[in-house]
């Protein structure tokens, strides 16, 4: 028994290392995304109990809540423009309004709102109106 447990420990210590160390210079998330999807990231948003990660590769849903995949999504520069949406900055396309709302509008054509509570830090960053 105690030999079957040192290989098993063993195999696991190989595997580790076999494994290939993540890229400190993209997001973490991007490695829970399927490889076609990885790309430059761009946006986050909720889907019911979801994110919804969108890249300029396309978009994957991930179950984790929006605080843990922002957090992932260092080192990517963004911001938190809604309780529902981050937007990586260099995304944005332009700031404008709709229906006399705030919103972003991406380099790949999605809108994305941005609620009163996050307005100041959106115009603190240059994004907002």
């Known amino acids: 028994m105690g030999i079957t447990i040192a290989s098993h420990l063993v195999e696991r210590q190989i595997s580790r290392g076999s494994a290939a160390a993540p890229n400190p210079q993209q997001p973490a998330i991007l490695d829970r995304l399927p490889h076609p999807q990885r790309g430059r990231l761009l946006h986050i948003g909720v889907t019911d109990h979801y994110v919804e990660v969108t890249t300029e590769k396309g978009t ?31 995304a944005v396309r332009s700031a404008k309004r709709q229906a006399g709302k705030p919103v972003l509008e991406l380099e790949n054509g999605a809108i994305i709102p941005i609620s009163r509570s996050f307005l100041a830090a959106a115009k603190a960053a240059g994004l907002a109106l």
């Open 60 to 90: 994957s849903l991930l179950l984790m809540r929006l605080s843990d995949a922002i957090g992932e999504a260092a080192p990517a520069k963004g911001l938190q423009v809604h309780r529902s949406h981050w937007v990586a900055l260099d």
